[in-house]
């Protein structure tokens, strides 16, 4: 069974002070990873997908990285803006396969 | 990427009611997802809807409860059945996006109180 495990839960950080945010999982055989951020009231929204160890994809102040256990988002410099919870989700390669999603980072950004 | 319509965004409705929950996409898509987000918790598919044929359900959900819809390849519905406060949540349907991202796109999503 494929199984998504999103660290930390909830996350704080003053304007400018960098991080990181993990997701790690099993699935048999990986066809891709996928990051979203969710605004309060809206549906996920699609920042990237990574599909092999190694691969790095960034978006103005995110970066996502995969291994074959783990991705990290790290966030540079973040702003208010970028408040929101983060979800990530594995699709496995068999067959056809739906999307398995972690619970997410909910990310809060002070000025 | 593809622009989907979901509708109503919110309600409030007495248990032991239906509400049905819409999604317009627009472009013609093969497959639509429907997802449930129960407070604190991930996202669970419910079920997938091909045109033409019956929705293939989840473990856990069953077509009693949650009947679907798929008229065309660009509308879907998605019914909440003999609603009880456990039915609380948001529901969100999703498409399959194109290459070489193929990240699903979600619609808004429809926050449902059962009270």
């Known amino acids: 069974e494929d199984q998504v495990t999103q660290s930390p839960e909830a996350l704080r950080l003053q304007e400018g002070e960098s991080s990181s945010l993990n997701c790690s999982y099993t699935?048999?055989?990986?066809?891709?990873l996928f990051w979203y951020r969710q605004d309060p009231g809206k549906g996920p929204e699609f920042l990237f997908t990574?599909?092999?160890a190694g691969e790095e994809k960034e978006k103005e102040r995110l970066k996502a990285t995969l291994t074959k256990k783990e991705s990290f988002l790290h966030i540079t410099a973040p702003k208010p803006e970028d408040s929101a919870t983060y979800l990530c989700?594995?699709?496995?390669?068999?067959?056809?396969?739906?999307?398995?999603f972690g619970k997410g980072t909910m990310l809060l950004v002070s000025p | 990427s593809a622009v989907i319509s979901q509708k109503p965004s919110r309600d409030i409705c007495q248990r032991g009611t239906s509400l049905t929950i819409q999604c317009q996409v627009d472009?013609?898509?093969?497959?639509m997802f429907w997802y449930r987000q129960q407070p604190g918790q991930s996202l669970t598919l419910i079920a997938t809807?091909?045109?033409?044929?019956?929705?293939?359900?989840e473990s856990g959900f069953v077509i009693d409860k949650f009947p679907i819809s798929r008229p065309n390849l660009t509308f879907s519905t998605l019914t909440v059945s003999n609603m009880s406060p456990e039915d609380s949540s948001i529901y969100l349907c999703?498409?399959?996006?194109?290459?070489?991202?193929?990240?699903?796109?979600f619609g808004s999503g429809t926050r449902l109180t059962v009270v």
């Open positions: 990574l599909y092999s």
């Open positions: 999703s498409v399959e996006g194109a290459p070489p991202n193929y990240g699903y796109t």
């Open positions: 989700a594995v699709q496995a390669r068999s067959g056809y396969s739906t999307l398995t």
């Open positions: 699935v048999s055989g990986l066809r891709g």
């Open positions: 472009s013609q898509v093969t497959m």
């Open positions: 809807a091909n045109q033409g044929s019956e929705a293939t359900y």
